[in-house]
């Protein structure tokens, strides 16, 4: 069986198909660039703003064609857009085999075999835990995304992130500095650490502000040349 991937929006969405990627990888399954080759898809969505929303359908829309015109079997959706929208999806797209919630994308391999066995289903919970999970990375070898928090607190006029993703849940130190090691030593010299509000880091698990604390953690690891922070 050979699956293929697509992973629309920002860098977080693609450390989370890494992820998938890499769970997906440990199920012996045969990973391709080709969805006409494909015979499972996996469109890991993004709906940040409409127009993120119209290219994750129309994604969702093109890759259902190769259930007519290709080898695909299974289409699955994940993503933001699977999150927020799963029962007008579920009951509009019938060539979707799947929704996978965000906060439940590592059960990708267990849905995968649902589906596999006949099943058609969505799949949501929320406040999965931020623990270290195989990654299959699709960046060049010598850089790799780091996320640090998931979820936001702001609630912003503009933004449904928070809607989305739930609240502000920072990853232990200890488990973000031994992510990091392994990137290192696989290679990565240069590390982008990701987070919708990165400079709030820590707040929640440790009661103050702890950033500054990991990036100097980060500055000692063999290898490593650039620490690269993005978003807020």
Not at 48 to 74: D, P, R, V, W
Not at 198 to 217: N, S
Request: one cysteine or more.
């Amino acid at each position: 069986m050979k699956l293929g991937m697509v992973s629309l929006g920002c860098p977080k969405n693609l450390v989370d198909s890494e992820v998938m990627l890499g769970i997906i990888r440990d199920k012996n399954l045969e990973i391709t660039n080709d969805p006409s080759e494909a015979d499972i898809i996996i469109v890991n969505t993004c709906g940040f703003i409409e127009s993120a929303k119209e290219e994750s359908i129309n994604t969702i829309l093109q890759m259902a064609e190769y259930k007519e015109e290709g080898n695909c079997k299974y289409l699955l959706v994940t993503g933001c857009l699977g999150q927020r929208y799963a029962d007008e999806l579920f009951a509009e797209l019938t060539e979707v085999d799947a929704i996978v919630g965000k906060d439940s994308f590592t059960d990708i391999g267990i849905v995968i075999d649902e589906v596999m066995a006949g099943k058609r289903l969505v799949h949501l919970e929320k406040g999965a835990p931020l623990t270290n999970q195989p990654r299959m990375l699709t960046t060049p070898n010598y850089m790799a995304y780091l996320k640090i928090a998931e979820g936001c607190d702001n609630c912003c006029s503009y933004c449904a992130i928070p809607l989305i993703r739930g609240g502000f849940r920072s990853r232990p130190m200890e488990e973000v500095l031994e992510e990091a090691k392994e990137l290192a030593a696989n290679g990565a010299k240069e590390l982008n650490l990701i987070a919708q509000d990165t400079t709030r880091y820590g707040l929640d698990l440790y009661g103050e502000l702890k950033l500054a604390e990991l990036l100097r953690e980060l500055c000692k690891i063999d290898g490593l040349h650039w620490i690269r922070v993005l978003y807020g």
